[in-house]
């Protein structure tokens, strides 16, 4: 991906595992990454955003080479990891009539992480965000009893080649409504470490999700799940806790 | 030459039927029981206690010491031969001459009881007392008193019977939590302008600041020299640090850049011969 800054054209970097000989440079948006070899044994590691802010670090190897693997994550971590679940406010709302489903698309944002390759595993180096101003949290519910939540606000997405490079994936929903009224949706609160990423180039596409509305005794409820995608796009790596849960519950408003 | 010694030793009698051998003896299974329950906390807090929730893992802690202190001590009785049901018969009138001189400690250890079982604040938890002016981390729920932490990094001992009976005030039971300042601003100000350029500062430079529920503002009052707005922001619970020392600064940043006058008190002086 190209653009233009400062009258200077700058090639962002794609996802995707790079070997490590000497000296490595990634670009993305808001942010440098540098790899430089200081010896036979250590590479040093460099990042600078654009507020100025500098990350440093030294890795020493065992082996003459070394992999990197740059790839989306999930938007958990800045501007600190407080919570598992994400909440997602639609810029318009969803109205679904009464016994009806539909299917929808959906920009959520990603971070990006920065891993070193092991033969069969992945060691977190480093994670950046490159739009911190959308990286903010939300409380779905009361103060007292309310889940906090990662937060932004989103808008429709055409499908999953609609993706914002480097800043939001595109998600698929799948919305069922089995009551006996329509019914708008507006957000969606759901527990994202149960959704992997996956890549190709600088896209990235995220595990969907499906949303039944029904009702259970009194109480009409929007019950999520999760459901995995089937793509030849490349798995993210991820180095959260892996919180096991089957799906969430939100109440209707 | 040991069998004889031993055979010594069981031959010397101290008092009724107690020899220095069956003395000897209580003395090792104490000792042994003390060494047992030591490497069993040891274990205990190495191997299971970081997987547990904090009370939760002191609790266990606790049972486990003092349970293989109090089988060990049972060891040692029946060793020595002693019958302990002439010592319940005994206890009970010792129990209300003991309860009497020790009342307050009695008063500490069922506080303390009572504070393991009510639960109103766990080991780690940020609280504050203020009847008695101390706020800080809970360290410890300890049988007869409880340690908190103040925020200056002293450590505080309160005897369970004041906790107990003392309002707490959790900073960490809910989700999150508020922070709120108040800034006046001129008469000729515009309010509207002034709210939307703190609330942009806040949105851009307070990543802690949560969206929903959103900023709230609050014009407060027509003040003698300004119009004072009051702000309200949410905060997760652990990032107070983030939101309550900063909103003020960053209040004062947004009017600043804005062009919007924080005044002085002011007061007009007529002299007589005006």
Known sequence: MKIMSDNSEITFSNYGVYDLESDLEFF??????????????????????YEGMIVEKIIPIKSN???????????????????????????????????????????????????LVHESTRDSLDWITCNS???????YGSPDTGKLCKYAKVSLATDYTDSNSYLEGVM????????????????????????????????????????????????????????SLQTDWSMSPTWEDKIVSTHMEMGLE | MVLEFLQGLSEMQLVGELTVLSLLIGGIIMAGGVIIAKIAKLLFHKYYAP??????????????????LVISFLGFTSSQGIDLSGIMVAGGIFAVVIGFATQSVVSNLISGLFLI??????????IELPDMGISGTLL????????????????????????????????????????????GISYESDIDGAILAIKNEIQ????????????????????????????????????????????????KRALDKSGIEIPFPQRVIWTGKD
């Open chain 1, 28 to 49: 993305l948006p808001n942010t440098t990454i540098k790899f430089h070899r200081i010896s036979d044994n250590a590479f040093s590691y460099f990042r600078k955003n």
């Open chain 1, 65 to 115: 080479n070394l992999k990197i693997e740059l790839a989306p994550i999930r938007p958990l971590n800045h501007p600190a990891r407080r919570t598992s679940h994400m909440f997602l406010q639609f810029d318009k709302d969803i109205y679904l009539s009464e016994n009806s489903a539909a299917s929808i698309f959906v920009h959520c944002p990603i971070e990006i992480g920065i891993f």
């Open chain 1, 133 to 139: 101003l959308n990286s903010r949290f939300g409380l």
């Open chain 1, 172 to 227: 698929q929903i799948v919305v069922e409504n089995t009551l006996s009224f329509g019914q708008s949706i507006s957000k969606i609160v759901f527990q994202i470490t149960d959704n992997a990423l996956y890549y190709q180039d600088s896209k990235t596409i995220i595990d969907g999700i499906k949303i039944t509305m029904k009702k259970r005794a009194a109480v009409n409820i929007a019950d999520v799940k999760t459901t």
């Open chain 2, 51 to 68: 997987s547990l929730p904090k009370d939760t893992a002191q609790n266990i802690s606790k049972l486990i010491y003092f349970g293989i």
């Open chain 2, 117 to 126: 079982v009510e639960k109103p604040a766990k080991h780690g938890d940020t």
């Open chain 2, 140 to 183: 410890d729920i300890g049988t007869f008193s409880s340690k908190v932490r103040k925020f200056d990094g002293t450590v505080t001992r309160i005897p369970n019977e004041k906790f107990f009976t003392s309002n707490i005030r959790s900073l960490t039971l809910s989700t999150v939590r508020r922070a709120d300042v108040s800034v």
């Open chain 2, 204 to 251: 851009q430079t307070m990543p802690f600041v949560l969206q929903i529920p959103e900023p709230e503002f609050r014009v407060e009052e027509l003040g003698d020299s300004s119009v004072n707005i009051h702000v309200f922001v949410w905060h997760p619970r652990d990032d107070w640090s983030q939101a309550q020392p900063i909103l003020l600064t960053t209040v």
